[in-house]
């Protein structure tokens, strides 16, 4: 079909009207925080920008039902090759279009190179794959030579500046009569050398933008959109310039988008799936302004500054009151430092468990009546489009507080559901025969609890319960959850209170020493797949991110024991005891599921995602990606040292911190997932605005220094918790990047073990939903899970592969993360054989 002939006009243009076309990629919603920087103030993000992807409609259903109301076109990058038309889908034919229209069209890494490809450019794999590494770009020609009066891509640009580079293929050469080079790689990039696996310069001169001569179609090889990148926000703006003048001619279809052309937006449609299974209807208001029927919380704190013990308040507290308790909840924050301790039990009269498998699309709920039994009280087919995290989230809808009988609790959790969402909750094609595995997410709902703020002075112990009278559900079952007179609810208030002053005036037995040394038990994990099998792995994924299908893949194992038996709550307890003795963890948990014989022991390092309110109107959502560690020497004791050799460790330890702040590999593995987060985050943001107040910190502890990036967004209005935590998983630490072609990869790669390759709880999250409104999540590392029937402990580790990765080095970090948990489990086992348990 021919393109349409435009006819002129002296109008105002008003607000550009783009196409952004995603090619499956983990940064393209990075370019429409771009793009929306450039609209004029009040325009919405939803009325004036369109995203799809590549494959989404027809090449008809694009070039006849969207294109005659577009302005301008934007081709992100993505995995693969634009020769596959798998990897570019029908972005081929809309270059082609654009360039009859005169529609203009700027392409971005992959869009860039599908350019040259349409126009003969040869496109072909670089000496050297560049990923997640800042590079210097000198522009080499001026556009004003081509088309007379046009603005220029690069106005306002400086001749040399830095960019990030994510690419394996690039632009080779191009045919001089239609295509003009704008910029080239200047200076070096970071190679490893395969002779001594060692990283070294190595000089890069790759074609890093064109443009065709007479048309306004641009390309460029980096990426503008990513946070290290330098004028990005300018190029993009430089862009809109450039369609304002080939369009302020264009007659317009329509003087505004149809809206019947809007819905076929991403995120438009995104939208609406949301709301059309969210328990406050799909007219967009708040999620948490149209529920009703909710729950009411009563809430008494106390003072615990009597405590004498030592320093594990949390501890020695959670072991007194639920150290016994046949179904134990206990999100700790074990470290020093450490903010709050959520001690609970599933099994209470207004607590039931929630479970889902993937595959089977039906929701289990079941209400815990003893140590080692359940009773089934529902069962919930998913039906058409609903997924468990819709579901999900229209019981979190139904279960919040109304309004608080007392002073609500300066705390992020107060009740709620607590539980995990396993890896394999992104896949909904990888269901599993195996029968012994834990569900793929259960959460339970806690009626009642005790947190204990560890950052107040002195701290305090929070004692709350949910109370649900006139409460209103969609579900029978729900009903049946927290305390249904408030008279009951108090009461159980009053025991805990005192109870927990009793514990105060009880005598603190001495701490006992738990030391490495102590630590006699020769247990032994054996790994899913072997070192040479592992190291195989890393090459096969090398020559992946070689061959430009990934960035970045993050490879993992799981290390299995089937000695340590864990029968019950108290034994698993224990084996979390000596784990967090161990490897105390900020965002440490157990949970035990003795109907099922199995549990999780945290220790875990990294927040995945928290969910919190500036005020009475802004919802927030913030995420802490952890990439970059290195172990710190030994702090010699003041006392038996000279004042010469403690500055000497000073200067060491500053050392060590800076040289991994510059390390290259580990720069580019943070700065992957950074940009990786935006992108989930962009999904989800009001006004697609994602803030990146801390980039690549430094964050020391006691025994290790880590390189921590901070990603903040203010949550769209009609964002429930489950939504925010549903767009961003799984952890993109955990996965790598692109997301989807990534977790594609790893499943082939994994399941090649002989074992499934299934991840299970570990590279999930673990966390919260509070009934307030707040959620927490950790990412699950460092991780023990007890399975078929409390005989095996599965301990996951892993780590990111780039282009730069060392396969021997991969493997010893491998071992290192194991060796987090390990001394732990050897512990328990040891004090299992004595018949001795941690109290």
Same mark, same amino acid.
């Given at each position: 079909?021919?393109?349409?002939?435009?006819?002129?006009?002296?109008?105002?243009?008003?607000?550009?009207?783009?196409?952004?076309?995603?090619?499956?990629?983990?940064?393209?919603?990075?370019?429409?925080?771009?793009?929306?920087?450039?609209?004029?103030?009040?325009?919405?993000?939803?009325?004036?920008?369109?995203?799809?992807?590549?494959?989404?409609?027809?090449?008809?259903?694009?070039?006849?039902?969207?294109?005659?109301?577009?302005?301008?076109?934007?081709?992100?990058?993505?995995?693969?090759?634009?020769?596959?038309?798998?990897?570019?889908?029908?972005?081929?034919?809309?270059?082609?279009?654009?360039?009859?229209?005169?529609?203009?069209?700027?392409?971005?890494?992959?869009?860039?190179?599908?350019?040259?490809?349409?126009?003969?450019?040869?496109?072909?794999?670089?000496?050297?794959?560049?990923?997640?590494?800042?590079?210097?770009?000198?522009?080499?020609?001026?556009?004003?030579?081509?088309?007379?009066?046009?603005?220029?891509?690069?106005?306002?640009?400086?001749?040399?500046?830095?960019?990030?580079?994510?690419?394996?293929?690039?632009?080779?050469?191009?045919?001089?009569?239609?295509?003009?080079?704008?910029?080239?790689?200047?200076?070096?990039?970071?190679?490893?050398?395969?002779?001594?696996?060692?990283?070294?310069?190595?000089?890069?001169?790759?074609?890093?933008?064109?443009?065709?001569?007479?048309?306004?179609?641009?390309?460029?090889?980096?990426?503008?959109?990513?946070?290290?990148?330098?004028?990005?926000?300018?190029?993009?703006?430089?862009?809109?310039?450039?369609?304002?003048?080939?369009?302020?001619?264009?007659?317009?279809?329509?003087?505004?988008?149809?809206?019947?052309?809007?819905?076929?937006?991403?995120?438009?449609?995104?939208?609406?799936?949301?709301?059309?299974?969210?328990?406050?209807?799909?007219?967009?208001?708040?999620?948490?302004?149209?529920?009703?029927?909710?729950?009411?919380?009563?809430?008494?704190?106390?003072?615990? #500054?009597?405590?004498?013990?030592?320093?594990?308040?949390?501890?020695?507290?959670?072991?007194?009151?639920?150290?016994?308790?046949?179904?134990?909840?206990?999100?700790?924050?074990?470290?020093?430092?450490?903010?709050?301790?959520?001690?609970?039990?599933?099994?209470?009269?207004?607590?039931?468990?929630?479970?889902?498998?993937?595959?089977?699309?039906?929701?289990?709920?079941?209400?815990?009546?003893?140590?080692?039994?359940?009773?089934?009280?529902?069962?919930?087919?998913?039906?058409?489009?609903?997924?468990?995290?819709?579901?999900?989230?229209?019981?979190?809808?139904?279960?919040?507080?109304?309004?608080?009988?007392?002073?609500?609790?300066?705390? #992020?959790?107060?009740?709620?559901?607590?539980?995990?969402?396993?890896?394999?909750?992104?896949?909904?094609?990888?269901?599993?025969?195996?029968?012994?595995?834990?569900?793929?997410?259960?959460?339970?709902?806690?009626?009642?609890?005790?947190?204990?703020?560890?950052?107040?002075?002195?701290?305090?112990?929070?004692?709350?319960?949910?109370?649900?009278?006139?409460?209103?559900?969609?579900?029978?079952?729900?009903?049946?959850?927290?305390?249904?007179?408030?008279?009951?609810?108090?009461?159980?208030?009053?025991?805990?209170?005192?109870?927990?002053?009793?514990?105060?005036?009880?005598?603190?037995?001495?701490?006992?020493?738990?030391?490495?040394?102590?630590? %006699?038990?020769?247990?032994?994990?054996?790994?899913?797949?072997?070192?040479?099998?592992?190291?195989?792995?890393?090459?096969?994924?090398?020559?992946?991110?070689?061959?430009?299908?990934?960035?970045?893949?993050?490879?993992?194992?799981?290390?299995?024991? %089937?000695?340590?038996?864990?029968?019950?709550?108290?034994?698993?307890?224990?084996?979390?005891?000596?784990?967090?003795?161990?490897?105390?963890?900020?965002?440490?948990?157990?949970?035990?599921?003795?109907?099922?014989?199995?549990?999780?022991?945290?220790?875990?390092?990294?927040?995945?995602?928290?969910?919190?309110?500036?005020?009475?109107?802004?919802?927030?959502?913030?995420?802490?990606?952890?990439?970059?560690?290195?172990?710190?020497?030994?702090?010699?004791?003041?006392?038996?040292?000279?004042?010469?050799?403690?500055?000497?460790?000073?200067?060491?330890?500053?050392?060590?911190?800076?040289?991994?702040?510059?390390?290259?590999?580990?720069?580019?593995?943070?700065?992957?997932?950074?940009?990786?987060?935006?992108?989930?985050?962009?999904?989800?943001?009001?006004?697609?605005?994602?803030?990146?107040?801390?980039?690549?910190?430094?964050?020391?502890?006691?025994?290790?220094?880590?390189?921590?990036?901070?990603?903040?967004?203010?949550?769209?209005?009609?964002?429930?918790?489950?939504?925010?935590?549903?767009?961003?998983?799984?952890?993109?630490?955990?996965?790598?990047?692109?997301?989807?072609?990534?977790?594609?990869?790893?499943?082939?790669?994994?399941?090649?073990?002989?074992?499934?390759?299934?991840?299970?709880?570990?590279?999930?999250?673990?966390?919260?939903?509070?009934?307030?409104?707040?959620?927490?999540?950790?990412?699950?590392?460092?991780?023990?899970?007890?399975?078929?029937?409390?005989?095996?402990? #599965?301990?996951?580790?892993?780590?990111?592969?780039?282009?730069?990765?060392?396969?021997?080095?991969?493997?010893?970090?491998?071992?290192?993360?194991?060796?987090?948990?390990?001394?732990?489990?050897?512990?328990?086992?040891?004090?299992?054989?004595?018949?001795?348990?941690?109290?």
């Amino acid at each position: 079909m021919p393109a349409p002939t435009f006819t002129s006009s002296s109008a105002s243009l008003g607000p550009l009207r783009t196409l952004l076309v995603d090619n499956y990629d983990s940064y393209t919603l990075n370019l429409l925080q771009l793009l929306v920087q450039q609209l004029p103030a009040g325009s919405s993000v939803l009325d004036n920008i369109i995203v799809i992807r590549n494959d989404q409609y027809s090449w008809t259903t694009v070039r006849d039902f969207i294109l005659p109301h577009i302005d301008s076109v934007v081709i992100s990058p993505g995995p693969g090759s634009p020769d596959r038309k798998d990897d570019f889908g029908m972005c081929d034919d809309l270059i082609r279009y654009a360039h009859m229209a005169g529609l203009p069209a700027l392409g971005v890494c992959l869009g860039h190179q599908g350019i040259a490809a349409a126009f003969g450019g040869n496109v072909q794999q670089c000496a050297v794959p560049v990923h997640g590494q800042t590079s210097r770009v000198q522009l080499v020609a001026t556009e004003q030579e081509t088309v007379t009066g046009e603005p220029g891509l690069f106005d306002g640009v400086p001749n040399l500046f830095k960019v990030v580079r994510y690419h394996s293929l690039a632009v080779s050469d191009i045919p001089n009569e239609q295509l003009l080079v704008l910029a080239r790689a200047a200076g070096t990039v970071k190679a490893l050398d395969p002779a001594t696996n060692q990283i070294i310069d190595v000089e890069s001169r790759e074609i890093m933008a064109l443009r065709h001569r007479t048309q306004p179609l641009f390309g460029v090889q980096f990426h503008p959109e990513s946070i290290c990148s330098e004028y990005g926000a300018r190029i993009l703006q430089n862009f809109g310039a450039i369609s304002r003048h080939h369009r302020n001619g264009v007659i317009r279809a329509k003087p505004t988008l149809p809206a019947d052309v809007l819905s076929l937006s991403l995120l438009a449609q995104d939208n609406r799936m949301w709301q059309r299974h969210s328990f406050n209807g799909d007219d967009g208001t708040s999620v948490y302004q149209k529920v009703g029927g909710m729950m009411r919380l009563v809430c008494e704190a106390v003072d615990l #500054s009597e405590y004498t013990g030592d320093d594990d308040i949390g501890g020695d507290l959670f072991g007194y009151l639920y150290g016994n308790d046949p179904a134990p909840i206990w999100l700790d924050s074990a470290s020093t430092g450490g903010g709050m301790s959520v001690m609970a039990s599933a099994q209470t009269t207004g607590s039931l468990t929630v479970r889902y498998s993937v595959g089977e699309r039906r929701v289990k709920v079941v209400r815990l009546t003893s140590a080692n039994s359940s009773v089934l009280v529902g069962d919930d087919a998913l039906s058409g489009d609903e997924t468990f995290w819709t579901w999900m989230q229209a019981i979190v809808d139904q279960t919040r507080i109304s309004e608080s009988s007392t002073e609500p609790p300066q705390c #992020s959790f107060q009740c709620g559901w607590v539980g995990y969402f396993g890896y394999e909750m992104s896949q909904a094609d990888n269901a599993s025969d195996c029968e012994d595995r834990l569900p793929d997410a259960q959460l339970t709902f806690v009626d009642r609890c005790v947190v204990v703020d560890h950052k107040s002075k002195p701290p305090r112990a929070f004692v709350m319960a949910l109370v649900a009278d006139n409460y209103q559900s969609s579900q029978s079952w729900m009903s049946e959850l927290g305390f249904h007179c408030p008279n009951d609810a108090s009461a159980w208030i009053s025991r805990q209170i005192s109870s927990i002053r009793l514990w105060l005036t009880l005598p603190r037995p001495k701490p006992k020493s738990v030391s490495k040394a102590a630590v %006699s038990s020769a247990v032994t994990m054996e790994p899913d797949i072997s070192r040479d099998d592992y190291v195989a792995a890393i090459a096969r994924a090398k020559q992946w991110i070689a061959q430009g299908e990934s960035y970045e893949i993050c490879l993992t194992t799981q290390f299995r024991h %089937s000695g340590a038996t864990v029968r019950s709550a108290r034994e698993m307890l224990a084996l979390y005891k000596c784990m967090r003795r161990h490897n105390p963890a900020p965002y440490g948990a157990l949970l035990w599921l003795g109907d099922i014989g199995a549990g999780v022991a945290s220790c875990s390092p990294e927040r995945f995602l928290c969910t919190f309110q500036k005020d009475t109107r802004e919802r927030w959502v913030e995420m802490k990606p952890i990439k970059g560690t290195c172990r710190r020497l030994p702090r010699p004791d003041a006392r038996l040292c000279s004042p010469s050799d403690l500055e000497k460790w000073e200067r060491d330890d500053e050392q060590r911190a800076r040289q991994l702040q510059q390390d290259a590999k580990e720069r580019a593995e943070n700065l992957m997932i950074v940009d990786l987060i935006r992108h989930d985050l962009n999904s989800i943001a009001h006004n697609a605005n994602v803030q990146v107040p801390q980039l690549m910190a430094i964050e020391s502890y006691a025994s290790v220094h880590q390189m921590v990036t901070t990603v903040r967004a203010q949550l769209r209005s009609s964002v429930g918790d489950v939504a925010a935590l549903a767009h961003c998983f799984p952890p993109g630490s955990m996965t790598g990047a692109p997301k989807l072609r990534t977790v594609r990869l790893l499943k082939e790669l994994e399941a090649a073990n002989g074992k499934g390759g299934r991840r299970g709880v570990y590279s999930g999250c673990l966390g919260f939903f509070s009934a307030h409104g707040q959620a927490d999540w950790s990412v699950v590392i460092r991780t023990a899970v007890v399975d078929q029937g409390g005989s095996r402990v #599965s301990v996951g580790a892993g780590g990111a592969l780039t282009i730069l990765s060392d396969p021997s080095a991969e493997w010893a970090e491998v071992e290192t993360k194991l060796q987090s948990v390990l001394p732990g489990i050897r512990q328990y086992c040891d004090d299992r054989q004595k018949g001795v348990f941690i109290d």
